[in-house]
């Protein structure tokens, strides 16, 4: 689905069904396509509680001293002090409580690199009622996964294939990425009347200069940066300057971007179809405008397009 608003397109506003290889088509030559290359590592870890009720872990990120944030289900199954076996001695214990919910917690007996080798699992999003399957490991993760470091996947690059960017590369455009590590405030809706009191959760991400630099001659020749996700737009916004450049460098992003947003970096938009009340929706509607967005999603839906995970895409110019 494309939005086509530039004069040179004739001006207003529409819309466009196409198939995602067709995206060659739409990206000149010298453009820059930006991806983000985390990989999902398998941090939902099924154990049981000493009474040998089931409980599980979500590992979150490493915290300092050999210790985790995670979170857990049921939470009472991390409250201080306990823990949850994978073996008889093997355990995860919660140390403390967070500010925010989360969990801190320490392996005992494994490490957490083991513990996520031999008992982890792939923590597909929560409306996916299911355990993850031989299918999921391949289709769950981008064909450009690089660094392990995030609890979902960073969905609008899972429509890539090796073929279609050595296509892209061919024909001109410019690839790079970054890494930012998808966390699971990707899934907490928007519950406040007034979206700017919504809390996101810090997500990590990481820069190089060669991206920099990329951006910046992209900058001085015309071209377009485009963002593959909105976990690009989020890490190449909180990294703009203000002349359109970006700092390269490591840090933590708690950018939420609203209707009013003013783009420093992101030219072009590549998406899934987002839940409703979810800041991933509005992000868009900033990116493009909330009524065309909304068009666009009613269309999606007459059209039967697929949403969520594993749905299809949209392409906003």
């Known amino acids: 689905m494309v939005r086509r608003t530039e004069s040179d397109w004739g001006g207003a506003a529409r819309l466009e069904d196409a198939c995602f290889a067709d995206l060659a088509r739409l990206i000149p030559a010298g453009d820059l396509l930006v991806l983000n290359t985390t990989r999902v590592r398998h941090a939902r870890l099924l154990g049981r509680r000493p009474s040998g009720a ?25 409250r201080p002090g306990r823990r949850i076996h994978f073996a008889p001695q093997a355990w995860v214990e ?13 392996f005992v007996g494994i490490s957490a690199a083991e513990a996520m080798q031999r008992y982890g699992q792939l923590p597909l999003p929560p409306y996916i009622d299911r355990a993850p399957d031989a ?20 969905t609008a690059g899972l429509h890539f294939t090796a073929a279609l960017l050595e296509r892209l590369r061919q024909a001109g455009v410019l690839i790079e990425g970054l890494d930012l590590q998808v966390g699971p405030g990707t899934f907490k809706p928007v519950e406040a009347d007034d979206p ?22 992209a900058r001085a020749a015309g071209k377009r940066v485009w ?43 590549i998406t899934n179809f987002h839940l409703p009340r979810s800041t991933l ?35 906003i110019i």
């Open 54 to 78: 089931p409980a599980e872990v979500l590992l979150i990120h490493p915290g300092t001293a050999d210790t985790w944030v995670a979170l857990g289900k049921p939470g009472s199954a991390l």
């Open 94 to 106: 919660t140390l403390e409580i967070l500010a925010d919910g989360n969990r801190l917690v320490r």
């Open 135 to 154: 299918v999921d490991e391949v289709r769950y993760q981008t064909v450009y996964a690089a660094a392990e470091g995030s609890v979902a996947a960073p």
């Open 196 to 217: 700017r009191r919504h809390e996101m959760h810090p997500e990590r991400y990481e820069i190089g200069p060669h991206l920099a630099r990329a951006v910046e001659r």
């Open 227 to 269: 963002a593959v996700g909105t976990t690009v737009v989020r890490a190449l916004e909180s990294a703009a300057l203000p002349d359109g450049s970006i700092r390269d460098g490591t840090a933590e992003t708690r950018l939420l971007i609203l209707p009013g947003y003013n783009f420093r970096v992101v030219d072009r938009l």
């Open 281 to 315: 929706l509005m992000l868009v509607c900033a990116f493009a405008d909330r009524n065309l967005i909304l068009r666009a999603y009613r269309h999606a839906v007459a059209a039967k397009y697929r949403f969520y995970s594993y749905g299809d895409a949209m392409v």
